[in-house]
């Protein structure tokens, strides 16, 4: 019987290698980027077509390759990182494998040009397949360009499980930031089809975070540093309000290299308790030096997921560090002991050389005591005047509905609470009429009306969802939707990322009534919203519908015009505490139940509610 274990070809292994290194485009994009990076280049250009599935190229001005280095980069296990064991835990570089040229080699057509300083003329390979097709002396600068061309040509069906641009573009996007946030030293720029998308040049942190997220992060960002014996942990946090309800501006680095750790963005997390609303999440970019050998970045192909030999110590400085930011810069709430609050508006004013004794703190306490005592005695029916002006309201509401018009002018809140007249006499409450068909609202929140069982409760907020839902379905079904013209056209200042979201699903968004154009690299302007909205501020609205929208793509596997029509049906839909009339319930009502499924919200919570009228007794008896 002949041997049946055989040696792989080379070409098929490097694609099987590529299947762990190379899952999309912006797998290319890393490994290019840090390769650029461990080069020493100061400058780095990434130019991408079709969203990295036509052409990815990295451009730098590093230190070259020389001809047998250029060559040798394409094989299998190569690297100049590694020598030895030893050198596998103290790693500090980016790219160290050894496979990343060779898979991408064998799933694309690469076109690679270096030259180092000392060198005349560079050197040019092209290889397609893991099959040189061509080297040569070439004329190029000092530096290495490296071009990958239709990513896997050569393998149709990974080529077919590629998402649709937007989503690819987003991922080198992520990719791109990741590199630019590790290393703000180096100017970095991304070109998408030609255009710009950023110029970011050589800047501290800061400046850099607010080139990539925009201006308005200026003033939304905490310094945070904590250094100890084991690491050292600094950055910038979010301010807490201007928390997101969408994952994705988080980020951690060791030793430069960006990360992934739920344990550590729970330290996060838990550093911000009390001061996020329910749901979102705040920006954070935080770097964690530590000596290599106590990290292992060799657990994960795309080396993104790292174990720590200690990972409680690390837990505990970085929500220390993150929870000393924000008290530091009055962002979190913190008692001074070194002050005594109900002191501190009654002590006489002291040099400070001079030290205030015992019975100067005696006497001003008791000053302060003699003047709350003053005021609360004098003052404190200004504590109900509000509350005996809402009761008055209440019961006049009350009247209105519940009881007899006729009832309503001989029985005053008193005598209905305690049973008896304003003689003393106890007095009968008249028969009730049927209450006539209506509706109204509890708390501004729910609208409740009687049917035949009881008492029924809807909420009116996901029941305009539930309309806006089906109806902005319907028109991008049918490319129906009207616009409505704005009067003054706003200009709203995107990130480069949700520019080029926006831009990928324009034709959706002009399907249900919203018209904006382009104005300059990143900014829309914005000239009409759909109709069926009443939008106040068409900016903030778009604002919105863009978060709203990245939220449900990283969490739903839906499709794009669901989406689309979930993510504005949410934002737009009418809040608890909006006050409605009569007409405006009933017509939201007759909605809601002309719809396919009136009784759940897109997202399958109830709109509805019926408390039946046995349970209502119940609560009598």
Known sequence: MPDII????????????????????????????????????????????????TLIQVVDNGKGMSLTDARMCFERHATSKIQSTDDLFNIRTMGFRGEAMASIAAVAQVELKSRREEDELG??????????????????????????????????????????NAVEMRHIVDEFHHVALAYPDIAMSLYQNDLEMYHLPSAKLSKRIVGIFGRKYQDQMAPCEEVTDVLRVWGYVGKPEHAKKTRGEQFFFANNRFIKSGYLHHAVMTAFEGLLQEGTFPFYTLFIEIDP???????HPTKTEIKFDDERTVYAIIKAAVRQAL????????????????????????????????????????????????QSAG??????????????????????????PEAAKTITMSSAVSGTSSAGETSQLPKQEPIKKGYFQIHQKYIATQVKSGLMLIDQHRAHERILFERFQ????????????????????????????????????????????????????????????????EKALFEGFIEQFKHFQHTLSISTDERIARAIAQRSAIKSGIG?????????????FACKSPGYAPDGTKTTHILELEKIDQLFN
Request: proline share 5%; charged share 25%.
């Open 6 to 53: 055989k040696l792989l070809p080379d070409n098929i292994a490097n694609q099987i290698a590529a299947g762990e290194v190379v899952q999309r485009p912006a797998s290319v994009v890393k490994e290019l980027l840090e390769n650029a990076i461990d080069a020493g280049a100061t400058d780095i250009k990434l130019i991408v077509k079709d969203s990295g599935k």
């Open 123 to 164: 050197v040019g390979i092209n290889i397609e397949a893991s099959d040189v097709k061509n080297q040569e002396p070439v004329s190029t600068p000092i530096g290495t360009s490296i071009c990958v061309k239709n990513l896997f040509f050569n393998v149709p069906a990974r080529r077919n499980f590629l998402k649709s």
């Open 293 to 299: 050998k106590h990290i292992d970045i060799n657990v």
């Open 327 to 374: 008290g530091t810069h009055n962002i979190a709430p913190a008692i001074d002991f070194s002050q005594d609050v109900n002191f501190a508006s009654f002590r006489p004013e002291v040099k400070p050389e001079v030290k205030q004794t015992q019975a100067q703190a005696d006497r001003a306490y008791g000053q302060f005591k003699t003047v709350e005592t003053r």
């Open 379 to 404: 003052n404190w029916e200004k504590l109900y005047e509000g509350l005996q002006k809402e009761l008055k309201q209440e019961e006049v509401r009350n009247s209105q509905m519940e009881i007899h």
């Open 474 to 537: 319907t028109q991008l079904s049918n490319r129906s939707g009207a616009c409505q013209q704005s009067l003054f056209p706003q200009t709203l200042e995107l990130n480069p990322a949700d520019f080029a979201l926006v831009q990928d699903m324009a034709e959706e968004l002009n399907a249900i009534g919203f018209k904006f154009s382009p104005f300059g690299n990143s900014a829309l302007i914005i000239e009409g919203v759909p109709a069926d909205l009443k939008a106040a501020n």
């Open 580 to 592: 409605l009339t009569q007409e405006e319930m009933s017509s939201l009502i007759d909605q809601l």
